[in-house]
């Protein structure tokens, strides 16, 4: 066994798993947390695991329709047939809306959308159930998610408090959720940019529980490198960029106008350099993990071949047959892209090409869940080195052999970017989830089944979901211009066409875009991705998370923001535990100290998803209503919007809920804001240590004693 300690159901232990009901339930959980996850991944460029979300939501159907027979491992099918089609979506909405921000899609197309997603969610799961006894077993990695997805599980199965908790949170998340996108009643986020040193600096942060809650689940420490790329690119990068080239106006007050210019820098110039990040990060991180990828690889095989009798919680689904399922995909692949691109040739090289690359990322993206979480795993950025080596390829084959067009390249580039992709995402997921399995004593090959399950209905279930979102809001600002294009030509009056500030963000979809638009129809940004390159070189020189700061690079300082706030309220919640018992922060915690930590985590972890699944529940609901011309803003005459600092209260209040909630499970032994002092001056002396130089007396004492 790991070092996780006994499974919750012993493995000579046989009881319910894959029903029926799990089965139903399942795939109707299944298709609302895609939903729900391509929301959140196109309006704030980030998504969170839906595990826990589909945990909670299980439990309470479930326990709604009074199943008395209901067992763990049944809840613990549910939600891998649900969170499988949350991960389906962050990987396909990367990539598919980036057809329409090329402009080779004016709408999305539900068959190609379903065969990229089934083909490569497939794919994903195949490669990573060989690495699966390796990461989980083995290795022992943390799997963060999974195992606080265990948490909610066994509170389920407890009952109590824990389960109050979440539906708490959940109906706190979605009334914050609703009033904010739903009514417009307040302000999304507040932000200002303003002028010093003949240049400009920015202000600002998005009003998110959903993102306070990533921030907490992933901790201070994730949450802070997050952070960190978020300064250097919008509070270090663009002022630099403007000192010397310039802003697009001439406003220097806080206004909207000097925001939006102060953006379009980031836009134009600042995010490729968290493209080089990315690139330089996922060659490391390849070359980085070569000899365990090889050792898990081997040790799977001889564990398929071998016949030895093994226990229920060891069964994988037969290795032989995975690897030759997989080379089914690969010949389906195949076809798929000779119909796609009408090539023979450029389809052989795509599909082999795709088989051996997509294996590697899913495996880096199995190991990288199993260490940051599935929702901080780097798919945008593997999917970007994956997409330069693809353009070199398609240049090669396609445009030197070939001779194809501008367009059919972009296609080809496109459609092998978002197999690998969605397999990537995929690949985390599945790890999560045996991760999960492990620990509460499930079945291997029946949830493996359960992941093959809800990845088919997130595959059905996506590219309707994508069609909806962007008829609601349009798909991102660039797809909005083109769509207008489109309807201005048709005859449609300026009165009707989509206003494009209303536009969903869909950073990593327009990042792809712009890519591969210059590789195949224009420059690329080469200055800033080489500078993004010798970023990443140093950060990996000073053993920083390359890809954590890349991401934040390219994302908005804005979605950093509250994401760390999240962490901060984490790092004092555990500190402010481990204090109330030890009286002291220095050296390793005492055993009660230990469980104080964990159950305050674990109770934070619990609202946390609730807040996510709330909020982002909502975000789909409002689509649904916007595009049957129902938008709730206008209901009741419109209530109207919150001044900006009435809006900063109203968030200010759900976040002193979500504090309120978490710290009822600290010890009743002390006061939180003597704690906080104590923390914040603790905090305040590690980082003049980090800071200050050695002295030199000490190097002249190492000197004189060589």
């Given amino acids: 066994m790991s070092g996780d300690g006994e499974p919750w159901i012993p493995a000579h232990?046989?009881?319910?798993?894959?029903?029926?009901?799990?089965?139903?339930?399942?795939?109707?959980?299944?298709?609302?947390?895609?939903?729900?996850?391509a929301y959140l991944g196109l309006y704030v460029g980030m998504t969170v695991s839906a595990s826990i979300p589909a945990a909670v939501m299980s439990m309470l159907i479930l326990r709604g329709f009074k199943f008395k027979d209901v067992t763990i491992l049944e809840n613990n099918s549910v939600q891998t047939m649900a969170s499988a089609g949350e991960s389906l979506a962050a990987g396909v909405i990367f990539t598919v809306p980036a057809l329409l921000v090329l402009g080779i899609w004016q709408d999305i197309q539900w068959v190609e959308t379903f065969l990229i997603a089934i083909l490569g969610g497939l794919l994903g799961t195949m490669f990573t159930i060989a690495l699966r006894r390796l990461f989980i077993v083995e290795e022992a990695l943390p799997y963060p998610e999974g195992v606080a997805c265990r948490e909610v599980l066994v509170a389920g199965e407890k009952g109590g408090s824990g389960l109050i908790a979440i539906v708490y949170a959940l109906l706190i998340g979605a009334t914050y959720g609703w009033m904010v996108k739903g009514f417009k009643a307040t302000h999304a986020k507040l932000q200002g940019v303003g002028e010093a040193l003949g240049t400009r600096f920015y202000a600002g942060g998005e009003l998110s529980l959903a993102l306070l809650s990533v921030g907490y689940i992933v901790g201070l420490r994730i949450a802070s490198f997050i952070f960190l790329g978020g300064v250097i690119?919008?509070?270090?990068?663009?002022?630099?960029?403007?000192?010397?080239?310039?802003f697009p106006d001439a406003t220097n007050v806080l206004?909207?106008?000097?925001?939006?210019?102060?953006k379009k820098v980031w836009e134009d110039q600042i995010r490729f350099a968290g493209v080089g990040a990315m690139v330089v990060g996922g060659v490391y991180t390849l070359w980085s993990m070569r000899k365990t990828i090889a050792e898990g690889l081997s040790k799977a095989f001889k564990k398929g071949g071998d016949g030895e009798?093994?226990?229920?919680?060891?069964?994988?689904?037969?290795?032989?047959?995975?690897m030759a399922f997989c080379r089914i995909l690969v010949v389906l692949i195949f076809l798929f892209y000779w119909y796609a691109t009408g090539s023979v040739v450029m389809a052989l090289g795509g599909a082999l090409f795709l088989a051996v690359v997509s294996f590697f990322f899913a495996a880096v993206a199995g190991y990288i869940a199993g260490v940051v979480g599935s929702s901080n795993s780097p798919v945008s950025g593997m999917t970007i080195a994956t997409l330069l080596f693809t353009i070199g390829l398609v240049w090669i084959v396609g445009g030197l052999i070939l001779g194809m067009s501008q367009t059919e390249m972009m296609i080809a580039t496109m459609f092998i970017a978002a197999i690998v992709a969605t397999s990537a995402a995929i690949a985390g997921d599945v790890m999560q989830d045996l991760k999960t399995g492990h620990m509460v004593g499930a079945t291997p090959w029946r949830q493996q089944t359960a992941e093959i399950i809800g990845v088919t209905v997130g595959a059905i279930v996506i590219g309707p979901v994508l069609s909806i979102l962007h008829d609601a809001f349009q798909i991102s600002k660039t797809a909005c211009g083109n769509t207008n294009e489109a309807l201005t030509a048709q005859g449609v009056k300026p009165s009707d066409l989509y206003n494009c500030d209303e536009a969903l963000f869909a950073p990593q979809a327009e990042l792809i875009g712009a890519i591969v638009q210059g590789a195949f129809g224009g420059d690329i940004n080469l200055p800033m991705v080489l500078l993004g390159a010798v970023i990443a070189v140093i950060l990996i020189r000073l053993a920083m998370p390359v890809m954590s700061v890349a991401i934040g690079i390219y994302l908005p300082l804005y979605l950093s923001v509250p994401i760390m706030a999240g962490g901060i309220?984490?790092?004092v919640f555990l500190s402010s535990a481990r204090l109330r018992i030890d009286g002291t922060l220095e050296g390793e915690p005492s055993k009660e100290a230990t469980y104080a930590i964990k159950e305050v985590q674990d109770k934070g972890v619990l609202i946390g998803a609730g807040f996510i699944a709330g909020e982002s529940l909502m975000g789909v609901l409002l689509a649904v209503f916007i595009v049957a011309k129902m938008d709730p803003s206008s209901w009741f005459g419109g209530i109207g919007t919150l001044s900006y600092s009435l809006s900063l209260v109203f968030f200010a209040w759900f976040v002193g809920v979500f504090i309120m909630l978490s710290a009822r499970s600290l010890p009743n032994k002390g006061k939180l804001g003597s704690d906080l002092v104590f923390i914040a001056a603790d905090a305040s002396k590690k980082l003049r240590g980090v800071f200050t130089l050695p002295k030199l007396e000490a190097f002249d004492e190492n000197?004189?004693?060589?």
């Fill in 233 to 246: 690119g919008f509070a270090i990068l663009v002022p630099i960029y403007g000192l010397y080239n310039g």
């Fill in 13 to 37: 232990m046989n009881i319910q798993e894959l029903t029926v009901r799990v089965i139903v339930i399942g795939v109707l959980l299944g298709g609302v947390m895609t939903a729900a996850n």
């Fill in 309 to 322: 009798a093994q226990l229920r919680t060891e069964m994988d689904l037969p290795l032989d047959k995975v």
């Fill in 255 to 262: 206004d909207v106008i000097g925001v939006d210019d102060y």
């Fill in 703 to 706: 000197e004189k004693s060589e």
């Fill in 569 to 571: 309220i984490s790092h």
